[in-house]
């Protein structure tokens, strides 16, 4: 009889094990099935808070570039503030629009005591000087100044463009002056040979970058310069006038060849306009 008992309880503690061990192999499969929907989901989730995310992203890039970006038309100029207390000689006219046009032509030109002078200067390659020099002669800033310098050797130009340069006679100080601003050099003829061929007006700075004022300077004969001055435009009348007073020489003032021009030059007026 106990034999018989031992079997049956062997039996019954054999069904219970089994029984025991596929729920437990049933919990873990529930278990399993759990982790991966709930990866599932979360990865659900974090895909959609990435799409929002990069979406949210996307319209402030767009409504950031719709309220940074200058008008079609139109590009952003910086404007460095001249301090006359560093010692510089410096004629306040305020400073041009932070957007200005980069599309069109203008028509610069200057009424001298010998004659006018004009040019054609393109939007597009030199926006923020031609908008410098619009801003400028709209303040008759270049009205009675002469040109203080002309160069004979190796570099052929004449120097204009100092609202300080002025009256009869010269002075140490003429070429010194400029704006209450400054600005970064663009249009640099890089690919051109020789950089500033006859005709080009350029602009003057120093050896500094982003120093380019109100001084430019006409180009009488071929000059190879290097190509840091940015040019403005090209002499459409008037080059005669220029030639005349490189024919009468300089005074040597700074070194042979480099001086005040012995033919005095005046610009009474220089204005901008619409081409």
Same mark, same amino acid.
């Given at each position: 009889?106990?034999?018989?008992? /031992? ?36 990865? &659900? ?15 402030? #890039? ?20 001249? @301090? ?7 004629? #306040?006219?305020?400073? *041009? ?24 200067? @393109? ?33 052929? &130009?004449?120097?204009? %463009? ?11 100080? @003429? ?12 249009? !640099?003829?890089? /690919?051109?040979? *020789? ?26 004969? /071929?000059?190879? !310069? ?11 009348? %008037?080059? #005669? ?16 060849? @480099? %001086? ?16």
């Amino acid at each position: 009889m106990s034999s018989i008992k /031992d079997r049956q309880r062997a039996a019954a503690r054999a069904r219970l094990e089994k029984e025991m061990a596929e729920r437990a192999t049933a919990a873990k499969k529930r278990r399993q099935r759990q982790a991966v929907i709930g990866s599932a989901a979360a990865v &659900v989730v974090i895909a959609g808070a990435a799409v929002w995310i990069v979406t949210a992203l996307r319209d402030d #890039d767009k409504t950031s570039n719709k309220a940074g970006a200058p008008p079609a038309g139109t590009v952003a100029c910086t404007w460095i503030p001249v @301090d006359a207390g560093s010692g510089a000689k410096v004629k #306040d006219v305020g400073t *041009p629009p932070a957007n200005v046009p980069n599309t069109g032509k203008a028509t610069l030109t200057m009424n001298t005591n010998l004659g006018p002078i004009a040019a054609t200067v @393109d939007n597009s390659k030199a926006p923020c000087t031609s908008a410098a020099f619009t801003h400028l002669a709209s303040k008759q800033f270049w009205n009675n100044t002469k040109c203080h310098r002309l160069t004979t050797e190796g570099i052929k &130009v004449l120097q204009c %463009g100092d609202p300080f340069a002025t009256g009869k006679g010269w002075r140490p100080t @003429d070429g010194q002056g400029g704006p209450s601003f400054r600005y970064a050099e663009e249009n !640099l003829p890089t /690919d051109k040979n *020789p950089p500033y061929p006859v005709g080009t007006i350029a602009m003057a700075k120093t050896q500094q970058p982003s120093s380019t004022g109100s001084q430019f300077f006409i180009v009488w004969g /071929d000059t190879p !310069l290097p190509a840091q001055y940015t040019v403005l435009g090209t002499v459409t009348s %008037g080059m #005669d006038i220029v030639q005349s007073v490189a024919k009468a020489g300089t005074d040597n003032a700074n070194a042979p060849g @480099d %001086g005040h021009p012995k033919k005095e030059v005046v610009i009474s007026k220089l204005t901008m306009a619409p081409a």
